[in-house]
């Protein structure tokens, strides 16, 4: 076999490489603007008094829980809402943590 046959396939293999890449950069979620619409849905920054993560819910203390959007926060991914008085529990799964740190950094 000649050079020219293993070189298609090189190129082949790193034309692959590069779309899975392009591919997985793709499918991230940039969870800056995950927090910022949740932030806007939960009534905006002023709203927001406590925000906790246990496992995999976001408990979420409100100054007014009637100006969060519940439906636009289950479109953002919750799998779950449960309010409770003036808080509201949101289940994310293993993005709740991540959803928690860029909130704060929004808050400051």
Not at 37 to 63: A, F, P, Q
Not at 84 to 103: R, S, T
């Amino acid at each position: 076999m000649s050079i020219q046959y293993y070189l298609q396939y090189l190129f082949i293999f790193i034309a692959l490489i590069i779309i899975a890449l392009v591919i997985i950069k793709a499918s991230k979620k940039d969870f800056h603007i995950e927090a910022n619409k949740l932030v806007e849905y939960l009534g905006g920054k002023e709203n927001i008094l406590n925000i906790e993560v246990n496992m995999s819910r976001l408990k979420v203390t409100l100054n007014d829980v009637s100006k969060a959007n519940k439906e636009a926060i289950q479109k953002l991914g919750a799998k779950g809402i449960v309010e409770v008085d003036n808080q509201l529990k949101i289940i994310f799964g293993a993005e709740a943590n991540k959803l928690k740190k860029e909130i704060e950094s929004l808050k400051k």
